[in-house]
Structure formats: structure tokens, C-alpha cells
């Protein structure tokens, strides 16, 4: 059996994580950091580049990079924060034959689960890159206050991705069996207090015996470090208009260096009280060339985001009232996500809950270590660990006058079952739909819509005969099946719900195949850029021979070399791999006789001096070895340079 590797798919950065030896390790990406950016993006050659390379050609290619798609996952085109999302991005969001919320590239659509797959792929490629070996099983963390819908959209991601989620974890949870491995000791109660990028989560959790049990769980999932970005663009835009009479929200690539700035500032105001934004030639106009330059105060841009730190408030008061807690029964405030960083953040917090929140955990990282250590506890590697989770929003169904009746309220530990009986509307009616839905509103046409189903074949009766009992089965994962069951007849029908949305097993197979398409695509490109560098590399180094050697090699020697040189140059940009590959062992055979000359100058010249033998160790051994890609100053392969690297760094 596979490891079992954690995923913190974030809006803004995602992270992997894996159990060694009982403890868990972050690992770091190619690119040698621990988060990876959550950002795809489709360059004009129909490259696909994911984190930090997409992040890094964001500005000038801003309608084909796509970032904090997971504010998408699961939403209507319609609803109000699609709509929201869509006013600020620089791509375009378009909307699915369901009425789902799509983004567009150039001719094609994706769906956010696509896309969100193409990011775990990153991540499961860093996993299997660390362990040596294929990755194929995953705890995959979602925001706590995801619905249904999100939830089951999350899931089909890591199967598009080819990854088979074993538990979907909620992310205030996963950052507590983080916090909490090596305190089961104690008996103890905390808040996880959890702002990321794109959506905030409060969780109150008792902690025990090995016994992880979520008391409550709040939040909102369209708030995060986005909307705060959002606020900062807003006012350079604003500053900006006023002196120039340019609305740079209008141009795309301008907005696009607006975002990146914004961040960037927010960044800065976290360790310093005034930070400079520079943007030359943000734009132009008849008179010329225009250049931003603003100084932003801390306690400037507190005074912007003060409504979002106001609307922190609510839910954090709403899940202690649901945990029954006070605020002085809570012993530890645990802060993660990125803006947790925030100074004003964290004075809000020690504000709502009475206490120095605790900065003991690594903000990025703690959450995908929780999901690994999850993943340990489901392989039997992790003992005497007990995770009880809560669904985050009540569920019921719509009865007759549009009123929305709750079968499983709120905050309910899962896995849950409850059933409950209800009978006709009208006389003979022989059929029932069942409206299945998801929120706290007294109304069912207030709450978000998870799927209908028909139970049919009911004997005619006078209305309040019929027996139908209605169960709700929420699974570990927080993923609602619900059935429906005529007690007279026996007739049952049953859904697993994926909603009047979200994407049908035939989707889910097409976008699983165009993944694995890709990823042939992505490891032919590699080999090819791999061969070329080769070559590139082979090329330099006999030139360098050439040049330093010079008399030492036979006039002849050098035509031939000169020749394989000039033919070799043709291939260094060719797309066709066979031709790289015969061009570079063209190349090192025409080098190989002149190599053996300089050897044997080097030999005859040793007894005679050092200079014979500098020769050959300052160029012919070069163009001897290189050819081997990775390979050492002494000739060694790269794969003892790694055995080294392991052997030099110890796990603390």
C-alpha cells in the first residue's frame, strides 16, 4: 500500500505534505519552495505552466493565466459572488450548459474542477518526485463552510487529477490534529482561527485523550486575502484616477500589475508601517508615458480593510454560541492562513476571544501536515487518533408551502443518519419530489439547492395517508446521500446528491482523459527541453575545447569538429526530438577522436611537464563528459550528488 499523501488545495498557495517515519514532511516543490501558487496558465505556444512559472508571466499574459479559481468551485454563474469575482479578474468567467460558473481560454471552457485537478497534479508530481514512487491515494482539505456542492466539486477534482481522495477534511480540523499530534496528553479546548486567501473558517474543537471532536464550525467562503487585495487596488486606482483622469480597472494588464503590487504592499505592511508603489509605465495617453508612485501607510490600508476585520467578528461570536463556550473557556487560539499575518488581523482576534492568539504553527503549512497526518491515521500508521467532524450547514427538504423543514441541523458530528416521515400534499397524489437542500434560512427558496428526486408509484389516498420516510446519510467526507421510502409499498429511491450542478460522470471521464493527454504532452516537452539543453550543453563545452586547446589539435581534427559544430547548432531549437538526439551523438563522435588526440598529448607531455597534462584536464576530459547531463566536476553522475544531498540534511 501507497503513502497516503495531504493536499491543502488553497485559493491562493497549495501545499503537500507526507507521514515518514510517524512524523509528517512538508515537501517542497521544483522550484524549492514549501506552498505552490494556485495558478494555471495556457502560454501562446500551448504550453501549460503551473505556480510559480504561471505566476511569474501573469502580467502579459493576463487573460490566459487563471488564479482563485477555487472561489468558483461549485457556484452558479448567477450567484452573487461569481458575479462579484468576476468585475475584478483579468479572464474571462463564463457560464456552463448547467448554469455553473466556467472560466474561458481563448475557444475553450474549463471547469473550476479542471482546473483545480491540473493544480493537484503539480502537487502529486512534487509528492511522487520526493518519495520516489507513484502517488495515487490523497486527504485532500476543503474550507469548513463548503457546501455539498463544493465538497462533491473538490473530489471530482482529485479524480480528474487521478488521485483517489480518501477523506476530504475540513481545514480548521486538519490545522488542529496538526497542532494537537503531540499534545494528547491534555485535555483542551481551541479555536482554529483560519483566514487564507480566499475564504475564512472558525472552528471550536475540544481536544482529548487522543479524541479530536469539532464542537462548531463557522465562516464565509467568499472572504480571504483577495478581498483585501481587492480594497488596496481599489485605492490605487482611485489615487491614481483623481491625478490622471485613468481608470486602470479598465486595462487588463494595468489592473493585472495593480493586483500584484496590491499584495505586495499588504505583504510589506506586515513587518513595516510605510511601504512605496512604483509602477512605471502603468499606462500612456496622448501626452505621454505614465508612471505610478504612491506611499501606503499601515494604518491607511487598516483603515481600507476595516469592514472586512469587522466581518470577522460575527462568525467567530456565532461558533462559540454554538459550542455552548464562552470566550474565556477557550485555551488556545490557533491562527492560520496567510493573512493571519496581518497585525490588525491578529489584534482583532486577541479582541474576540480575550487572549494572545497562538503563532506557534506555520500559517502556509500547517494545514496540508494535518491532512498528511489524517492520511497516516487512515493507513493504520497514526494510533489512538479519533477525528469527529460537524457538517457546517443544516439539511433538510422543501414541505408544502415552500417552508424548508431541517432533517440534520447544523454542527452535527458525521458520519450522520437521520430519518424522518412525511406524507402527501393533495388527494391521490401518487408521486413525491423530494427537494433536498442545504442552509440555516426558514425558507427553502433562501437556501442553497442540492438536487431533487421523484419517488413514484404511491397508491392513491386521501392527502396525510401515504407514508414516506426520508433519510439523510452525510458521509465522512461531508457528501449528503439521500433516500426516500414508501412505507405502505415497500418503494425506495435513492440519490447520492451531486446537485442540479457540478459535473456528470461522463465530464469527469473526458476531463480525467485530456489530464492524462496532457501529461504525456508535459513529459515529452521535458525530454525534448532536456535533449536540447544536452545538446546546448555538448556544444559549449567542445567550443570551450576548441578555443583553449587551440594548436594542440590536428588541423584536420578541427575542420571536422568545426563542421559537427555548425550542423549541431541547426538542432539546438528543433522540436523533434530524434533529431536533437542524432545531432548530439553526431557531434560527440566527431569530438571523441579529437578528445583522444589531446589525451594523448596530454600523456606524451606529462613526463616532460605539467603543461600536457593541463590540457587535457582543462578541456579534453570537458568535452569527454559532456554529454551526461547532472554529472559531477569529478565525472560522478548525479544520482551519487543526490545520495550525497540526502546523506548532508537531517530531519530536527
Known amino acids: 500500500m501507497g503513502k497516503i499523501i495531504g493536499i491543502d488545495l488553497g485559493t491562493t498557495n497549495s501545499c503537500v505534505a507526507v507521514l515518514e517515519g510517524g512524523e509528517p514532511k512538508v515537501i517542497p516543490n521544483a522550484e524549492g519552495g514549501n506552498t505552490t501558487p494556485s495558478i494555471v496558465a495556457f502560454l501562446p505556444n500551448g504550453e501549460k505552466v503551473v505556480g510559480q512559472a504561471a505566476k511569474r508571466q501573469a502580467v502579459t499574459n493576463h487573460d490566459k493565466t487563471l488564479f482563485e479559481v477555487k472561489r468558483l468551485i461549485g457556484r452558479k454563474f448567477q450567484s452573487k459572488e461569481t458575479t462579484e469575482f468576476a468585475k475584478v479578474a483579468p479572464f474571462k468567467v463564463s457560464e456552463a450548459k448547467n448554469g455553473d460558473a466556467w472560466v474561458k481560454v481563448g475557444d475553450r471552457d474549463y471547469s473550476p474542477q479542471e482546473i483545480s485537478a491540473m493544480i493537484l497534479q503539480k502537487m502529486k508530481k512534487t509528492a511522487e518526485d520526493y518519495l520516489g514512487e507513484p502517488v495515487t491515494e490523497a486527504v485532500v482539505t476543503v474550507p469548513a463552510y463548503f457546501n455539498d456542492a463544493q465538497r462533491q466539486a473538490t473530489k471530482d477534482a482529485g479524480r480528474i487529477a487521478g488521485l483517489d481522495v480518501k477523506r476530504i477534511i475540513n481545514e480548521p480540523t486538519a490545522a488542529a490534529l496538526a497542532y494537537g499530534l503531540d499534545k494528547q496528553g491534555k485535555n483542551m479546548t481551541i479555536a482554529v482561527f483560519d483566514l487564507g486567501g480566499g475564504t475564512f473558517d472558525v472552528s471550536v474543537l475540544e481536544l482529548g485523550d487522543g479524541v479530536f471532536e469539532v464542537k462548531s464550525t463557522n465562516g464565509d467562503t467568499f472572504l480571504g486575502g483577495g478581498n483585501f487585495d481587492s480594497k488596496i487596488i481599489d485605492w490605487i486606482a482611485d489615487e491614481f484616477k483623481k491625478e490622471n483622469g485613468i481608470d486602470l480597472r479598465n486595462d487588463k494588464m494595468a489592473l493585472q500589475r495593480l493586483k500584484e503590487a496590491a499584495e505586495k504592499a499588504k505583504h510589506e505592511l506586515s513587518s513595516v508601517t510605510e511601504t512605496d508603489i512604483n509602477l512605471p509605465f502603468i499606462t500612456a495617453d496622448a501626452s505621454g508615458p505614465k508612471h505610478l508612485n504612491l506611499k501606503l501607510s499601515r ?354
Open 299 to 652: 494604518s491607511k490600508m487598516e483603515q481600507l480593510v476595516d469592514s472586512l476585520i469587522q466581518s470577522l467578528v460575527g462568525p467567530c461570536e456565532m461558533a462559540l454560541t454554538d459550542a455552548g463556550l464562552k470566550k474565556e473557556q477557550i485555551d488556545e487560539v490557533i491562527l492560520v492562513g496567510g493573512m493571519t499575518r496581518m497585525p490588525r488581523v491578529q489584534a482583532k482576534v486577541k479582541e474576540i476571544f480575550g487572549k494572545e492568539p497562538h503563532k506557534g504553527v506555520n500559517p502556509d503549512e500547517v494545514v496540508a501536515v494535518g491532512a498528511a497526518v489524517q492520511g497516516g491515521v487512515l493507513r493504520g500508521e497514526v494510533k489512538d487518533v479519533l477525528l469527529l467532524d460537524v457538517t457546517p450547514l443544516s439539511l433538510g427538504i422543501e414541505t408544502m408551502g415552500g417552508v424548508f423543514t431541517k432533517l440534520i441541523e447544523k454542527n452535527t458530528t458525521i458520519p450522520s443518519k437521520k430519518s424522518q416521515v412525511f406524507s402527501t400534499a393533495a388527494d391521490n397524489q401518487t408521486a413525491v419530489t423530494i427537494h433536498v437542500l442545504q442552509g440555516e434560512r426558514d425558507f427553502a427558496e433562501h437556501n442553497k439547492s442540492l438536487g431533487r428526486f421523484d419517488l413514484v408509484g404511491i397508491p392513491s389516498a386521501p392527502r396525510g395517508m401515504p407514508q414516506v420516510e426520508v433519510t439523510f446519510d452525510i458521509d465522512a467526507n461531508g457528501i449528503v446521500h439521500v433516500g426516500a421510502k414508501d412505507l405502505g409499498t415497500g418503494k425506495e429511491q435513492s440519490i447520492k446528491i451531486t446537485g442540479n450542478s457540478g459535473l456528470s460522470e461522463e465530464e469527469i471521464k473526458r476531463m480525467q482523459r485530456d489530464a492524462e493527454e496532457h501529461k504525456g504532452e508535459d513529459e515529452k516537452r521535458k525530454q525534448l527541453v532536456n535533449a536540447r539543453n544536452t545538446l546546448d550543453g555538448l556544444i559549449y563545452s567542445i567550443e570551450k575545447t576548441v578555443k583553449e586547446s587551440g594548436e594542440k589539435i590536428p588541423a584536420e581534427d578541427k575542420v571536422t569538429v568545426e563542421a559537427a559544430l555548425t550542423e549541431a547548432r541547426k538542432y539546438v531549437t528543433s522540436q523533434e526530438l530524434s533529431e536533437i538526439e542524432k545531432a548530439t551523438q553526431d557531434l560527440t563522435t566527431a569530438s571523441n577522436k579529437m578528445a583522444e588526440t589531446l589525451y594523448k598529448n596530454a600523456g606524451a607531455g606529462a613526463a616532460g611537464g605539467a603543461e600536457g597534462a593541463a590540457g587535457f584536464g582543462g578541456a579534453g576530459a570537458e568535452a569527454h563528459t559532456a554529454g551526461s547531463q547532472g554529472t559531477g566536476q569529478d565525472g560522478s553522475a548525479g544520482k551519487k550528488d543526490d545520495d550525497v544531498i540526502d546523506a548532508d540534511f537531517k530531519q530536527v
